[in-house]
Every structure is written in C-alpha cells, then in structure tokens.
C-alpha cells in the first residue's frame, strides 16, 4: 500500500456501534464503514511484504492446484529441520500457529493449565473448547511486564500444560532465558508440557541468544511455536509450525485437526520464504531502527509508558485514541479485551518510516 496522507472519513451515526473483532487487523470491517482501505498498525505483521520470490511460488504452484496437497508436508518440514538445526521429524506443519495451539489443547486435553495475563487471546480460547481450568499469572506493569521467579511456584502438581509467549503479545516483553530454562525444569519435575511461542523471536536483535531451540533435544515435554504469518508477511497465506522431540505428541497433535490444513501454495510460499537471503536481516534492522525513533518520537509526546522489543509497541495514552485515529484512516490494536489491560492501552506493529511518519503526526495533532 503506497504512503499517504489520510483525511477523516465519514461515519454513518445513524448505524448501530461495529462489532470489535478480537485480534486487529479487521480492515474489511474498516472499509465496509469508510469506503477506503486504512493504514493498518493493528496488526504486527513485517512491514517489507511479500516477497518476489514468495509470490512468484504461489503463482507456480497454481498450475498444480488441481491436486490434493501432501498432508505431512514433507519438503517443507525437511527444509525447516535444516533450516532449525533439529532433527528431522521433530516439525509439525499447521495452517498458521493458531492452527497448532487449538490442535495441541485438543491433543493433549488438560485438566489444568498456567497462562500469563495479559497475553496472546487463542491460548484460553483453545483450552476453553477442552473445558481446561486455567490459571492466569498476572504480568504487573510495576515489573515492566516481565515474568518474575513467582511464576515458577504456580508450576504445582496436577498443571498439565504452561503457555509463554516470547516475546510476549502484546507487551513486547522477554523472559530472561535463564529463568525460561528454570521454568521448563520446573515444568518437568510436575510433569507438564511447556509451550513456548517464539512467533516474534525473529523479530528480536539477538533471536539466536533468547530461542530455547537448543534445549528440545534435553526436554521432551517442550514444544516451540513459530509462524511464517509475521515474519514473511503471509498472513494471509497461513501458515506456521511447531517443533517437539515427542513424536507421539506430534502425531496426537496432528490426527487432531483435518488432514489437509497447510495447502500446497502455503507449502511452496514457506519453501521459497526460507531460500529468501538477507530479507531477514534487512527486517531485523529496519524494526530496531523504527523502534527506538518511534519510541523516542512517543515519549517527546508525553507518551513515557511504553514496552516493546519486538516488531510491535504497547503503549498508554488518553481512552479514545483509537477511536480519533480509526477516524482519520488509521487503525491502532485496542487493548482493553487483554486480561490485564484497559482502554488506554494501545499496541501498534511498526512499519516503513513514511507510514510511521503518518501515524506520528496524527497522533500528534490529536494528543
């Protein structure tokens, strides 16, 4: 979507309020009340887009669209063992992560499961479905948000199953790898199952030091979700993996859903996305660079509670920000339906310097 400037839409007063959708990202809703496509920071998808390599590979594979894709994603799994240094069989393929998260809580069934709040919506979404009792740990802003050794004693007999997301959404947060490794320790003397979502870890300036990649081989009871939907900008394409050393937790994980959930234009985009050179390198600079000015760019605004090392900032401002921005074609994620957060909380997914340029300035004039 090319740079510009936005002017204010108009809104029909007289319909009754819009349905607020869970995640952001809802601009079919934004354009069927506006008429125009917005300037979407709701969603902290990466900013560089598709690939030319990426879609030409969608584009190949419609000549063999007329066959049923392969189930176990064979190429595509290889090509992620090698690409993860795991050993081979160790990945499962899903149509996105949430795909995998919904299919592991169906899977695995817990009675009781350990989450943190606020965090990414799908975990208790997909333990609700198995009627799991949840245990919510709640992330303080006086702690910055981060987990602290407190969360290690919630960890008890009878937990069945942890989430933790790092960094997480939509604090932008990390874990200190020590205490992850603690944690997962703890996981294994209770006998739980600790589920790491490293879908933004990419997106972080030193991924390699924070990943608990290395320690599957020592830990059977973890399992790593990751996602080419942010990285690669196929959101729309879907599609995300999970790696594990139980095969039979795999196995489980994928009788649990439908047979052919990564279609075979998914498979070839995740093939060529992993063949790109430097397209991450090139994200990884941009994101840190539009971070720390953005950042600077808020608190010169008055705007100093503000969390975030990844592609995405959560922030605290005046209640109805959000409404003013939507109002002149600019769409910012609303937090308050986070556990744990309120209507003055915002997150936005940073992109290229012109559009963030845009976002800066309206939000100066509203502010």
């Not at 590979?57 to 595509?76: G, K, N, Q, S």
């Not at 859903?257 to 990564?262: A, K, L, M, R």
Request: net charge negative; with cysteine.
């Amino acid at each position: 979507m090319e740079s510009k400037e936005f002017v204010r839409g108009e809104v029909n007063t007289g319909e009754k309020k819009p349905e607020r959708l869970v995640h952001g990202g809802d601009w079919a809703g934004f354009e069927e009340r506006f008429g125009y496509e917005p300037l979407d920071f709701s969603v902290n998808v990466s900013p560089l887009g598709l690939t030319e390599g990426i879609k030409a590979a969608v584009i190949e594979t419609l000549e063999t669209a007329d066959r049923y894709p392969d189930p176990l994603c064979r190429r595509l799994r290889k090509a992620i063992a090698e690409r993860e240094h795991v050993k081979e069989g160790s990945c499962l393929c899903g149509n996105g992560a949430d795909d995998l998260i919904f299919r592991l809580a169906s899977a695995v069934k817990p009675r009781k499961a350990l989450i943190t709040a606020p965090t990414f919506a799908e975990y208790r979404a997909a333990l609700e479905l198995q009627s799991t009792e949840i245990e919510e740990f709640k992330l303080k802003e006086a702690d910055g948000f981060s987990l602290t050794d407190e969360f290690i004693g919630h960890i008890k007999v009878g937990t069945d199953m942890v989430f933790i997301c790092e960094p997480n959404n939509p604090t932008g947060v990390t874990t200190p790898r020590e205490l992850i490794k603690r944690i997962l320790e703890r996981c294994t003397e209770m006998g739980a199952l600790l589920v790491v979502d490293e879908c933004f870890n990419d997106f972080l300036d030193e991924p390699e030091k924070h990943s608990m990649r290395k320690m599957l081989a020592d830990f059977d009871n973890l399992l790593i979700l990751k996602s080419f939907t942010k990285l690669y900008a196929m959101a729309g394409i879907r599609l995300g993996y999970c790696l594990c050393y139980d095969k039979k937790l795999l196995k489980k994980i994928r009788k649990s859903g439908q047979e052919w959930s990564v279609s075979s234009l998914a498979e070839n985009a995740g093939l060529a996305a992993l063949r790109e050179e430097g397209y991450v390198s090139e994200l990884r600079s941009l994101v840190k660079f539009e971070r720390e000015r953005v950042v600077k760019e808020l608190n010169a605004m008055g705007i100093d509670r503000v969390y975030g090392e990844a592609d995405y900032l959560l922030f605290h401002a005046k209640e109805g920000l959000a409404d003013e921005l939507e109002n002149r074609g600019i769409l910012l994620r609303r937090c308050e339906n986070y556990s744990g957060l309120g209507p003055n909380w915002f997150r936005i997914g940073l992109k290229k310097r012109e559009d963030n340029d845009i976002l800066l300035k309206a939000m100066k004039e509203v502010l």
